[in-house]
């Protein structure tokens, strides 16, 4: 159903462009809109200078030139969103009070339940599922204002690195169409890498938001655990699920986090504690006295030496700035890797139990014949890919009698002495940094079918998860003409200082290059 | 030394309710086999007397008050199930006899 859906998107494109060339709004200025940030086109709403439906429209229009290229989005639907943008249009003339991304286009993750589009996870169990509630996260936006463009590709129930596990198709990264686009959030990275989306939605379980945003030279921030909502995010594994923003500036990431953060009673995990102060964080670019610690033990064998190389710059750049940086070792970070494929894959064992052909998703041989027990076994083989199966497999495992002490057991150890780690760590210093992923992008299919490969991706981002602490991924540079990112970690809660960070090394950077790293992207 | 023999790979597609064929059990045997190896590393770790961590925040379960609020209607709660029958979900038979 999926596939008839994308095949619409084209559809509607076509009748955009010959709408188009008789319309009121010149080719122009649709590029120009979509080449705006989230706050610069907030600011032109407020301001009654382009409604609503116009950047909507624009963002439609970019779709339906370059998605078949990009295949970011698994689900574009033309009207529902144009007529949500007339409603906020509509609420702004009404003269209601509306928050600053009023207006602004967002893309959700296909991971975020919506009422109004099919809800699928990326997997052919919830093939053409329409959720009967919003996510949290979902539900805030639309109160702010924010209008949804469609539902972006990724990973089957967010389980990979590159978007191949997708049970629909491949996202390809916007700077060379051969490469992925990182994943498990990689449709979300790629709408927004490429001018399709100004704003977009990811989950975070060991590094799904930020290996997708360092790989396509974006902004991605994984909030500190339980400080964004998982009301409604189809659950991979609960203790480490983190609901993020993407976007093509830090201000922008730091205004959507802040547009669906709070508590949430309907998350029992969610923090009560007040929202820390992201946009002005955001805003106020500053590391002068900050002290700032190099994770000695990522780096070295296995590491890009481009990807060496501009870390070594941005480091040497945060000095230059005023930080005072420091070596820091966190000795038990190599084990957070093992620990969290022993972690993730018990609970989405466990997690996954729910899709049980029984009351909603595909349901497969219930012939009048079959025991529930088999259509149930019938149907998760044949609705779960080869990527899930593996990680329920390994989670039963790790989980059942006489193998939980040596292998699931030991994992929470490790847990223990990571977060250990990183007290230690944050007593000397302030943020932590690190390359976000070993390597740029690589090329699509190279390690499909080596999960042990593909899991290396997240070698640097998963502690934060394990911890919960906060962690961003800013573009610190090019290596053979692909995105270098800069992951910064703060402590739970801690997610102002990242941004603060973040927003310094940006401004820095765009100085020296002259403007944003994406604008050095290959035209698509 | 193999970590998982292939009679175990079988053992948990049937815990897991997964019914692979012998193909895609002796794929997964050799994958599995290969990643419990490697994550096995986490035995090399000295965590004696090291508590487990379970979750990233220590929180307390929390409870929600009892009230009444709006909930699902029956026709949205059954709305995508595969198979219904008046407002109940309708499933193959649970029982192994025949009815």
Known sequence: MTGTERSGVEGTGQAARAGGSGGSSPQKDTAELVRKTAAELGELLSAGEVSAAEVAEAHLDRIAAVDGQVNAFLHVDRETTLAQARTVDERRAAGERLGPLAGVPVAHKDVFTTTDMPTTAGSKILEGWRPPYDATITARLREAGLVILGKTNMDEFAMGSSTENSAYFTSRNPWDLERIPGGSSGGSSAAVAAYEAPLSTGTDTGGSIRQPASVTGIVGMKPTYGGSSRYGVIAFASSLDTPGPFARTVLDAALLQEAFSGHDRMDSTSVAEAVPPVVEAARHADVDGLRIGVVKEFAGDGYDPGVSARFDEAVELLESLGAKVVEVSCPHFTYALPAYYLIAPSECSSNLARFDAMRYGLRVGDDGTRSAEEVMALTRAEGFGPEVKRRIMLGTYALSSGYYDAYYGKAQQVRTLIKRDFEAAFEQVDVLVSPTTPTTAFPIGERADDPIAMYLADLCTIPANLTGNAAISVPCGLSDGLPVGLQIMAPVLGDDRVYRVGAAVERALEDRWGGPLLAKAPAL | ?99
């Open chain 2, 1 to 99: 030394m193999s970590a998982i023999t292939r009679d175990e790979v079988s053992h948990l597609a049937r815990l897991s309710r997964l019914a692979l064929g012998d193909d895609e059990l002796d794929h997964l045997a050799a994958q599995l086999d290969q990643i419990i190896s490697a994550v096995a590393r986490v035995q090399e770790v000295a965590a004696e007397d090291i508590p487990p961590t379970s979750h990233a925040l220590p929180l307390t379960n929390v409870y929600r008050t009892d009230e009444a609020r709006e909930c699902l209607t029956p026709e949205q709660a059954l709305a995508a199930a595969p198979a219904t029958e008046g407002q109940r979900f309708r499933v193959p038979r649970i029982l192994d006899e025949e009815a």
